[in-house]
């Protein structure tokens, strides 16, 4: 324990949001990363709408050609190629986007698909596709967490459901929906709602850090140390962001896993005991003896 | 870096928007589930972008517990949606409707006043005796009145109206 609170004391800077309610002298703070600026524009709303309508005709029946399908699948791929026209990416940006749209496929072959398989093997995608992105995120450890216990786990054993539950033709309830058109004006409104919060001007905080509060080691990686530290890992910013997390990544989520958030990680070890000890409890079998 | 942080947030809303139309129209156990899953996918997109925006493990803290959360979800739904089967051999949710309340009715009504309809009775002529204001004796003899055919007659008819 002394270890661990000489540990806590030495670090001496950490990540200071805005949000955080403390207000720290200016020099202490060092900007990392500016205000996101405002990109929002009322042409966002036009793929959204377009979705909602296509998503509608898809569930009533008007699209049953597979030519209105490729030729929408068509148009998404030059939409992105558009987009990606006005983005001076990096090649990890187009790997990035290119992740970021196989998963939206995915999630949306999961929402018109008829038979359940192919609903869940849409849903396998979508979640292949978002460990991508989240590897490319640099989250490695989620990516293969999430990797073995979606696709690994989840996805294997709802299929066995679903096969075993499966009937040769399609049941009424695969075929009429609850409510399409109530849902597709709500997600609408609702996507529309998180483009506009999260493109709009200053929604993401600048990124400061403070250099007065201690609060953990494990909150910055170890070349955010010192001053020479932080100017070294300016120059990295410049060229790369993700340059100076790579290596120690997984380290530090770990070390922080297992000092600050130790209690949550006991909380959620229970959590999975209890889930595991209800899940035998119900899919037991009572015998006529028993009863 | 920023545009970044933008374009994953907006991917994680699209994601968490398609499990939730997904959750609202489905009518199967299991997609249902499943559309629950993609909208934790989602909400793990968000926190993993904020995570690397602020440069700070939390996120992935808090992603990590919520990839927890979703499997112990994942057990216990697929326990139930087993035992569920085994009563009723189908998948359908609206087969399990009988466990909200059923007194009540899914659309509900205005309620409404019930009005009596007023009674209309036919109006007769009064005619022959009034029985009581001048009630009848027992030993009561028709013929001594005089008239006896229309006395009868009055007699009858008042005594249909009563």
């Known amino acids: 324990?002394?270890?661990?609170?000489?540990?806590?004391?030495?670090?001496?800077?950490?990540?200071?949001?805005?949000?955080?309610?403390?207000?720290?002298?200016?020099?202490?703070?060092?900007?990392?990363?500016?205000?996101?600026?405002?990109?929002?524009?009322?042409?966002?709303?036009?793929?959204?709408?377009?979705?909602?309508?296509?998503?509608?005709?898809?569930?009533?029946?008007?699209?049953?050609?597979?030519?209105?399908?490729?030729?929408?699948?068509?148009?998404?791929?030059?939409?992105?190629?558009?987009?990606?026209?006005?983005?001076?990416?990096?090649?990890?940006?187009?790997?990035?986007?290119?992740?970021?749209?196989?998963?939206?496929?995915?999630?949306?072959?999961?929402?018109?698909?008829?038979?359940?398989?192919?609903?869940?093997?849409?849903?396998?995608?979508?979640?292949?596709?978002?460990?991508?992105?989240?590897?490319?995120?640099?989250?490695?450890?989620?990516?293969?967490?999430?990797?073995?216990?979606?696709?690994?786990?989840?996805?294997?054993?709802?299929?066995?459901?679903?096969?075993?539950?499966?009937?040769?033709?399609?049941?009424?309830?695969?075929?009429?929906?609850?409510?399409?058109l109530v849902a597709a004006a709500i997600g609408a409104v609702l996507l529309a709602t998180i483009t506009m919060c999260v493109t709009s001007d200053n929604a993401i905080m600048p990124v400061k850090v403070d250099s007065t509060r201690a609060m953990s080691a494990a909150s910055l990686p170890d070349s955010l140390s010192s001053e020479a530290g932080i100017e070294a890992a300016k120059k990295l910013d410049a060229i790369d962001p993700a340059l100076r997390y790579v290596p120690k990544l997984t380290a530090g989520l770990g070390r922080s896993m297992y000092t600050d958030y130790l209690l949550a990680v006991e909380l959620a070890g229970t959590v999975l005991l209890v889930a595991t000890i209800g899940a035998i409890a119900l899919a037991q079998r009572t015998t006529e003896t028993q009863s | 870096m920023n545009e970044t942080t933008q374009n994953l947030l907006v991917f994680g809303g699209v994601l968490f928007v398609i499990g939730m139309v997904g959750f609202l129209t489905r009518r199967s156990l299991i997609l249902m589930f499943l559309s629950l899953e993609m909208m934790l996918s989602g909400v793990s997109v968000n926190l993993i972008a904020f995570s690397r925006h602020h440069q700070n493990y939390q996120g992935q803290i808090l992603a990590v517990m919520v990839l927890t959360i979703a499997a112990c979800e994942a057990a216990i739904a697929l326990a139930l949606v087993v035992s569920l089967y085994r009563r009723k051999a189908t998948l359908d949710v609206a087969a399990w409707d009988d466990l909200s309340e059923t007194l009540i009715p899914k659309v509900i009504e205005a309620p409404q006043t019930l009005e009596e309809p007023a009674m209309e009775f036919p109006k007769l002529t009064p005619a022959g005796l009034d029985p009581l204001s001048r009630p009848i004796s027992a030993n009561f003899d028709a013929q001594s009145l005089g008239n006896g055919e229309s006395v009868k007659a009055s007699t009858l008819e008042a005594g249909t109206n009563a």
């Not at chain 1, 793929?47 to 898809?58: D, Q, R, S």
């Not at chain 1, 749209?101 to 999630?107: H, S």
């Not at chain 1, 459901?161 to 040769?168: E, I, K, N, R």
């Open chain 1, 1 to 180: 324990m002394n270890l661990l609170n000489n540990y806590f004391l030495n670090s001496a800077f950490l990540a200071q949001t805005p949000t955080d309610g403390v207000d720290p002298s200016a020099a202490s703070q060092i900007v990392l990363q500016a205000a996101s600026v405002n990109v929002w524009t009322s042409s966002m709303l036009v793929p959204i709408v377009l979705g909602a309508v296509g998503y509608m005709l898809i569930q009533h029946g008007v699209v049953k050609s597979k030519a209105f399908l490729g030729g929408g699948a068509v148009s998404l791929v030059l939409a992105v190629g558009f987009a990606l026209g006005f983005t001076p990416g990096t090649f990890e940006s187009y790997v990035l986007m290119s992740f970021c749209a196989v998963a939206t496929g995915g999630g949306i072959g999961f929402l018109t698909a008829r038979e359940p398989v192919y609903a869940a093997l849409g849903f396998a995608t979508a979640v292949l596709s978002v460990c991508g992105v989240l590897f490319m995120q640099s989250a490695l450890f989620i990516a293969a967490a999430t990797m073995i216990v979606y696709a690994g786990a989840t996805i294997i054993i709802f299929l066995f459901v679903l096969m075993f539950a499966q009937q040769t033709e399609l049941r009424t309830y695969d075929i009429q929906l609850n409510n399409p």
